[in-house]
Structure formats: C-alpha cells, structure tokens
C-alpha cells in the first residue's frame, strides 16, 4: 500500500508515471498505418531506440565504487552490450533502408 | 545553466525518438527517420556521461571503464552490423535485442548487488527489469539460433504446463523478495535463473517461420525493461524510449500476426511445427511431379509475354538476387516483361525481399504487391518461382486442416505455366506439403537458385 500511496503523492514518481501513460498512446498513433515492406526497418530502427538502456549502463558503471570488481566487471559488460544494441541497431537499420532509397532515385 | 542542459539533452533525445519513429514508419522518410534518431541517442549519451550528477551532486566516475566500453561495443557493433549479409539480417536484429536485453539485466543485478534492502518500489522496479530483461535475452538468443540454422524447431511435450509453472515460480519468488520473507541472494539469482530458463522455453516450440513475430515481440519486451531503468533512475529518456518501442513494438508485432493472417495467440501457442505433421500428411491426391530442363525453361521464357518471378528464402539462402536480376534484364532485353510478385511474408521478415532485390538494383516499379500480384496472374504466360513455397501452397485457400489455412497467398495458379526452382522435394520451412508442386501446370527445376539462374542466362544468351 505504502508503494501505490508513494506513486500518486510522489511528484516525481506521478510525473513519470504521466510520462508512461502518454507513451503508450504515442508508440501506438506513431506506428498507426505502415506499409509491410517497413515492418522490418522499423522493427530494427525500434530495436536500436530500445538501446537506450545503455544510459542506465552508463550511470550504473559511472556510480560504481572503484573497489568493487562485480559491479565493475558486469557494469563494463553492461556498457558494451548497451553500445553494441544501439549502434549495431542503427547500422543495421541504415544498411536496409539505404537500399531502399537507392532503389527510388533510379 | 549547467543543470538544465541534461534535462534539456533527454527532452531532446525523446523528441527524436517519436519524430524518428514516426518518419520510420513512411518509405521516403523511413532512412532520415532513423538517423534522427541515432542522433538524438548521442546527445542523450554524451549528455549522460558529462552532466549527470546524483541527488547529492556527485558526478560519475570511471571514465575510463565507461569509454572503453563505448569503443568496444561501437566497434564490434558497427563490424558486425556492416558485415553482416543481407540474408542473415533478420537474426542480426535478434542479437542486438539480445544484447539490450542483457544489458538490462545486468543493471538490475549490480543495482540490487549495491542495494539488496532496497524499498519495496525500487526492489519491484528492479525484479521486473530483470526478468523481463532476461526473457528477452534468453528468447533472442534462441530465435538467433533458430534464424540461422543452429537451433532446430522443437516440440517440448506438455510445454504450456511447464511454461505455468515458471510463471508461478517467478510470481512467487519475486513476492518473497519483495515483501522481504526471504530476501535473500540465492532468491533473487533464482528469479533471474527461472526467468532465463523461461525465455528459452517460451521460443524453443515456436517454428522458424514465425521468428519475425517472435523477434518483434521480444523486441518490445527489451523496451519495456529499458523503461524500467527509466524508473530506477528517474530518467525520462529511458522511460520514454523504452515504452514508446514497448507499445509499437507491440503494434507492429500485431501488424505481422495480420499480415500472415494469424492471431498472436495462434503464433504463441499453436507452434507451427506441432500442427503441420496432422495437418501436412493429410493431402489425399498427391501425384507424381515433373521436371523440366534448363533449355526448356530458357525457351519458355524467352516465348512468353509476361513472367512473374515469385522469390522467396531459398533465393535469399542461394544469394541469387544479382543473378535473377541479370535474368530480369535479359529477358526484358528480348521484349518480354518481367515482374516481381512480393509475397509480405516471404523470406524470413516482412519486407525481406524487398530489400534482397533492392541490393540487386531490380527497379522499385517491378516489385508488385500481393494483391496487384494476383490480379494480374491470369494475363501472366510463366510464374517462375524462386525459392518460396509456403506463400504459394494453395492449401491456405483449400484445406481448412492446413496449419497456414487463411494466410493469403499469391494465386500462381491463374498463369499459363509454372516453373519451380528448389533444391529438393523437402517442404518448405513449414514443413507442409505443397500440392502446388503435383498440379499439371506445373514443372519443377530443381538446383541451387544461384546455379539456376546462371545457367539460364547463359542458355538465354546462347538461344
């Protein structure tokens, strides 16, 4: 109970949960009507944004006490794990759609 | 100034992912789309690294660590994402899931490593990103493996009980860790072993050819543990990219099940696999199949009026799209007019042949869609069909016990003559029987569809 009561009291916490509530509808409006020649870009174009996980890497990895080996090891590991979605998630998107575009201007 | 310009950064990097979303979701944009988005990740990144403090005002350390990681995961990723083959794209976009996955994981492990008593709400923030985290990790890992030929489809007896019972597990678990009766260790590692053994399970019976529904759901499952590290630290950017992936990746993952006609739950539950033994052995009539040689096919060809190339995985898995178009351009060349009919499932994506043929530089104008594709097969002389099957067999029309029955297909039954290029008899990755194959209209040229369509032009040339 304390848990819901810290949702709705929580300014922070109610500011984030508003946040959610209204991506949702975005991520829904935002896809509405793709042609399913694009669902494949789209999804890997998808797949690199989810990437932004590595933000939460970052600060983990940043925080960690320089003491602590586990947290060290497994936050660098987090590191590259998050770089590898997000970069590797765009290049890929990039490569499928460049072939796209080449095909449009002849 | 200085501590508006993070917050600024995050506003920013949100802004693009939506605007890039969206511009994805349009062919002419679709490439800019993804570069604003890539973009708007940098800064938030960048502005991370530089600007974020905690609430007492320490900023992060480690710097070292932290672009070591960068480089290495910037370098790897690009190598592989730039090496990879057009064919094997799809399981690419698997692994990086994977990997977000994993890196969601992690960070619930080192924050709970920091912080086991933490309070109720951040311990079930934590907990949640796990196990979602770890399922979308352990799944894309499997369905990499099934994409690329490693891991073979496989019925696991009484799935769904077992599958009930992991559930139950972690719903029990993660209730003894939360409310703190067993907060221990060995109860959280267990939450992440379960959820693990779950991801596994939950893909291992789903067949192959439903991999992109798998992939795109999973994808919005490593969305929503990324706006779960949104909520442990209070971070917009994470939470509103991870939900925005969350709920399109559902959408579109809905988007798939209807382009092949299928509901989620028939995708989830009735794998493929299990079905198509009842349902393929049960073709009644099945005669005998003709072959037809190289030379007949090239004359055929070159007589005809209209051919339609109906492409599928096998030309993908053959890397024949550069020799289909020097047929293409042969064929045109001696006034016959050559289409492309584009199944939406063909391949192993949506989209996916579309993008092979582009590779090849085949001309926008010449792929038709499924629909336009049909209309025009009854004024079509010769449907040469390279490498699909599935999307062609006429038991989605006929047989209501056929596992695929109900997805549309291409009607390649309407033309003059049908010519079809696989390996073997083998059915296709459904493992369904094709009566396509024993109608009397149709011939089989059987070989490698690279092999084939070399030896074509060269019979082309020499007519």
Not at chain 2, 4 to 15: C, K, M, N, T
Not at chain 2, 151 to 179: E, H, R, S, Y
């Amino acid at each position: 109970m304390d848990f819901l009561q810290n949702l709705f009291s929580d300014p922070a916490t109610y500011r984030l949960l508003t946040i959610v509530i209204l991506s949702i509808f975005l991520g829904i409006e935002v896809i509405g009507r793709v042609p399913s020649v694009l669902h494949t870009p789209l999804m890997s174009g998808a797949n690199a944004i989810h990437g932004v996980v590595i933000i939460g890497a970052i600060i983990v990895m940043g925080q960690a006490p320089s003491d602590d080996y586990l947290a060290l090891t497994l936050g660098f590991l987090a590191v590259i794990l998050g770089t590898l979605n997000v970069v590797g998630g765009f290049v890929v998107t990039d490569r499928m759609l460049e072939m796209f575009s080449k095909k449009k201007k002849k | 100034m200085e501590n508006i310009i993070l917050p600024l950064s995050y506003l920013i990097g949100s802004i693009t992912f939506i605007v890039g979303l969206k511009m994805l979701s349009h062919p002419d944009s679709a490439r800019k789309g993804n570069l604003v988005a890539a973009a708007g990740m940098t800064l938030a990144i960048f502005a991370t690294i530089f600007l974020y403090h905690d609430e007492q005002g320490n900023t992060l350390g480690n710097y070292p660590w932290i672009f070591g990681g960068l480089v290495i995961g910037t370098v790897l990723g690009t190598l592989a994402a730039k090496k990879v083959q057009m064919t094997a794209m799809p399981e690419m976009v698997s692994l990086f899931n994977g990997m977000g996955g994993a890196c969601a994981m992690l960070i619930s492990v080192i924050e709970y490593h920091h912080n086991p008593s933490a309070d109720k709400g951040m311990l079930i923030v934590i907990v949640l990103g796990m196990i979602i985290g770890t399922v979308s990790f352990a799944g894309s890992i499997i369905a990499w493996g099934k994409l690329n030929g490693k891991i073979k489809d496989k019925a696991i007896p009484g799935a769904q009980i077992i599958n009930f019972i992991l559930w139950a597990a972690l719903v029990v678990l993660a209730v003894m860790l939360i409310t703190g009766f067993c907060a221990t260790p060995v109860v959280f590692y267990g939450i992440l072993a379960v959820a693990a053994l779950y991801g596994v399970l939950f893909v291992m019976p789903i067949g192959g050819a439903d991999m992109p529904v798998v992939i795109s759901l999973l994808n919005s499952f490593t969305g929503v543990a990324a706006a779960f590290g949104g909520f442990l630290y209070n971070n917009p950017v994470m939470l509103t990219g991870g939900i925005l992936v969350g709920s399109a990746g559902t959408i579109l993952t809905m988007l798939m099940c209807k382009a092949m006609n299928r509901s989620l739950k028939n995708v989830l539950i009735g794998s493929f696999g299990n079905n198509a033994a009842s349902g393929g052995s049960s073709s009644k009539e099945q005669g005998a199949y003709k072959e037809i040689s190289l030379n007949d096919t090239a004359v055929l060809l070159a007589y005809s009026q209209k051919v339609f190339i109906i492409p599928g995985y096998g030309l993908a898995v053959a890397q024949a799209q550069h020799a289909c178009h020097e047929l293409e351009k042969l064929l045109e060349e001696k006034g016959v007019e050559v289409k492309y009919g584009i199944h939406p499932v063909a391949g192993r994506m949506p989209g996916h042949m579309n993008v092979l043929l582009a590779e090849a530089d085949v001309p926008y104008e010449k792929l038709m869609e499924m629909e336009d594709a049909n209309s025009e097969f009854g004024t079509t002389n010769v449907v040469l069909i390279l490498g699909a099957n599935d999307v062609v067999n006429p038991a989605a029309k006929e047989d209501p016990s056929s596992p695929i029955y109900g997805m549309p297909i291409l009607e390649v039954e309407q033309a003059e003559h049908i010519i079809v290029n696989k390996r073997s008899m083998k059915p296709g990755y459904a493992g369904i029987e094709n009566d396509l194959f024993f109608k009397p209209k149709t011939s089989m040229l059987f070989g490698d569809a690279k092999k084939v369509l070399q030896d074509l032009v060269g019979e082309l040339k020499a007519l």
